[in-house]
């Protein structure tokens, strides 16, 4: 069941021509969801470390 490189390339590209690549419109509308999730996500996640902060600051101080 081994394959030769040869016939392994030879599938690669018979696969890749088989893709249905995104448009330019979509690659941007979905590169700019990405980056507006991530944005979001790391927002939430540096408020939460935020306040988990302060938390353990004033469990300290006391």
């Not at 419109?25 to 996500?41: D, K, N």
């Amino acid at each position: 069941m081994a394959t030769t490189p040869v016939s392994f390339i030879a599938e690669v590209r018979d696969e890749l021509k088989k893709v249905v690549w995104p448009s330019r419109a979509e690659v941007i509308r979905l590169t700019g969801v990405v980056i507006l999730v991530s944005l979001i996500v790391g927002l939430f996640l540096g408020g939460i470390d935020f306040l988990l902060t302060k938390l353990t600051e004033i469990i300290i101080v006391r």
